[in-house]
């Protein structure tokens, strides 16, 4: 038996697109164990992924703590690792790479600059999809890839009964009307137009609700849809999972809960501008889909909810 390590830090979005690679790497090492280091939001959350044996924390202090890195690179170094997939590709995992495994090739680390094909720059590379850029780097370790490109999120839910009692949701539609405050090119403006539209249509056939993030809470106060909450507070990753698993239908920003949505078959609609695609993004499924506009301002409710009745029905 081998010991096998995946680096994941996050983001939330990243996670779930992640999803099908990890359960590759697992399926093509069955007697080997697999080791995932991520970050505090997320350490918990991949505990219950049934692909994965351990979870070791990364804090992310800075790189210039000598005595975190030193104790994070001594924790990594004891597990002898045979190999390493860096399906964050980021930076700080590159600079890890640097350390435990300076002259490593491909055999040794697989990442996105390890596995970079002879006949792309870096920048060519990266124009691909996010799933695409997976299943390249995975193949490349001559694995089969089964699950990288139709990742499955579903692993990640719990049981909400007592919130879906709490609130009474028989039927709802799920609006994720937030996104990072420095990533406002991304907001689509119009999810009270859209709410009112489907209470005007629909009547007491669907409630329409959201699930705030922490930082959200104070602002879904202002909005018509019901702010779904556990004992006041927001929702768990595997919570959030479930009840994006119950909606009729999802209407979201370019977000994590749009991806979530996406990767566990979930029907709904990503709302695009000119930030990125769709395509690079990799999110648009057989039951979740895009809609990408230069500028989100012009978008209407009515076109959205049109979308939204076609899916539906």
Same mark, same amino acid.
């Given at each position: 038996m081998s010991n096998i390590l995946i680096i994941k830090h996050g983001s939330l979005g990243d996670i779930a697109q992640a999803s099908g690679a990890i359960q590759d790497i697992f399926e093509n090492h069955p007697n080997d164990k697999i080791y995932l280091l991520t970050t505090k939001p997320y350490f918990e959350l991949f505990?219950?992924?049934p692909n994965i044996h351990e979870v070791i924390l990364d804090k992310r202090l800075?790189? !210039? $703590?000598?005595f975190?890195? !030193?104790s994070l690179m001594k924790e990594l170094k004891k597990h002898n690792f045979f190999k390493v997939f860096d399906l964050q590709n980021s930076s700080r995992s590159t600079f890890y790479k640097k350390i435990l495994f300076p002259n490593a090739n491909s055999e040794k680390w697989s990442s996105s600059l390890t596995t970079l094909p002879e006949s792309k720059t870096k920048e060519e590379f990266d124009k691909l999809s996010v799933l695409e850029r997976f299943d390249h780097q995975l193949r490349t370790s001559n694995l089969k890839t089964n699950n990288t490109l139709k990742p499955n999120f579903n692993w990640a839910s719990e049981n909400i009964d007592e919130l879906i009692n709490k609130y009474d949701l028989k039927k709802f539609i799920l609006l994720f009307p937030f996104c990072s405050p420095h990533l406002t090119l991304k907001k689509w403006p119009y999810y009270e137009k859209i709410t009112d539209l489907i209470l005007e $249509? !629909?009547? $007491?056939e669907y409630k329409v609700i959201t699930a705030p993030g922490p930082n959200e809470i104070k602002d879904s106060k202002n909005f018509k849809a019901i702010p779904v909450l556990d004992n006041d507070k927001a929702l768990s990753i595997s919570q959030l999972t479930t009840l994006i698993q119950k909606s009729s239908f999802v209407i979201a920003n370019d977000t994590g809960p749009a991806h979530i949505a996406a990767h566990t078959n979930t029907k709904g609609l990503a709302l695009f501008g000119k930030h990125t695609t769709a395509y690079k993004v990799s999110i648009e499924r057989e039951n !979740?889909?895009?809609i990408q506009v230069e500028d989100l301002n012009n978008l209407s409710a009515e076109k959205v909810f049109e979308r939204l009745l076609k899916k539906l029905n």
């Open positions: 505990k219950k992924n800075s790189r !210039f $703590n000598i975190y890195l !030193f $249509n !629909f009547g $007491n !979740f889909k895009a």
